[in-house]
């Protein structure tokens, strides 16, 4: 049986961003706050067969022990505002992974910008909420196919807790399903899929359409490593053998737009050690769209999301980098040596 709760990653009531397993087992994930979400050991669903004792960086062309860094941006499709940050961010190196959200109005904006960039490395942020005060979006499907995922306004619940309350598994599965193949209509190959404020971890049943989908179209799915605490040592063995692991995970969380970005993301970085990270940002820049969006929302706003890409795009970040030897990669990459 599945079990497992959201992980609050900002100061709204649930999960902005968390990533998901293949099946193995799922246990309860305890909630967690700070001004540094760090999720020791992600795992990367992507079945990756082991050869000898060489690791992943080595596999990549790196030295063993290198350190290993995504640089991942979230809600790409969410305003024609988070669309050109992003799409800066990715021509200036900025970030090197994005995931997008299909229902949204500026999902088909990015899809035209992927036929000409079809290289970048996008997955799709399975989207079951809509948090935002008078921005709303609901499913791609009819609303008459999925009733139990939508608001008495016919727009998605605001919160992972509602969700987990009404949400019909059957048409959870229909409409996860419509949005990767939206995505795949619209010509994006998407390297991952991951999800949007948690959603998929409302409730067990959610967990496993999830993980069905990601094996039905071999679509890689990602998943915090405490959610296999209390495994088997024997199946814990097994996991090591046949995944790539994330071993850790960072992100802005609950802060104030008043806090030092360079600061805050100094520490981070200081923490990426050997093996693979990743680290999550949130890009837009500060204008009239991004903040009538992001209205009463100062965590993950638009002063909030400005400052997260003009930290990227900054050469005190690369030079950061670069001072503690890190190696940018994509998951694009890890999935092409299986």
Known sequence: MWSGTAVPTGSESSTRSIYLLYPLKMHTMKKSSGT??????FAFLFTFQTSGQQTLA???????????LIIHADDIGLAQSVNDATNSAFASGGITSGSIMVPCPWFI???EHYKTHPDLDVGIHITLTSEWDYY???GVLPSTEIPSLLDENGYFYPT????????DPAEAEK????????????????THLDTHMGSVLAKPELVQIYMKLG??????????RMLLMGVPAEEGEMIKKEYVLVDRMFMLNDIG???SWEAEYGKMIERVSPGLNVLIVHLAFDNAEMQAVAINHPAFGATWREKDLKYVQSQTFHDLLKANEIQLVTWKEIGALN
């Not at 094996?215 to 915090?224: C, D, K, L, S």
Request: charged share 25%; no cysteine.
């Open 136 to 138: 709303k979006f609901g």
């Open 175 to 190: 409409e996860i399903r419509a949005q990767i193949d939206r995505a795949i209509a619209y010509g994006i190959k998407p």
């Open 215 to 224: 094996m039905e179209y071999g679509i890689p799915v990602f998943a915090p």
């Open 36 to 41: 540094i979400l760090l999720i020791t050991a």
């Open 160 to 167: 992972t807790e509602e969700v987990g309350q009404h949400a």
């Open 58 to 68: 080595e596999k990549l062309g790196y030295a063993a022990d290198a350190k290993l």
């Open 257 to 259: 737009p008043e806090a």
């Open 109 to 111: 904006d990015f899809a």
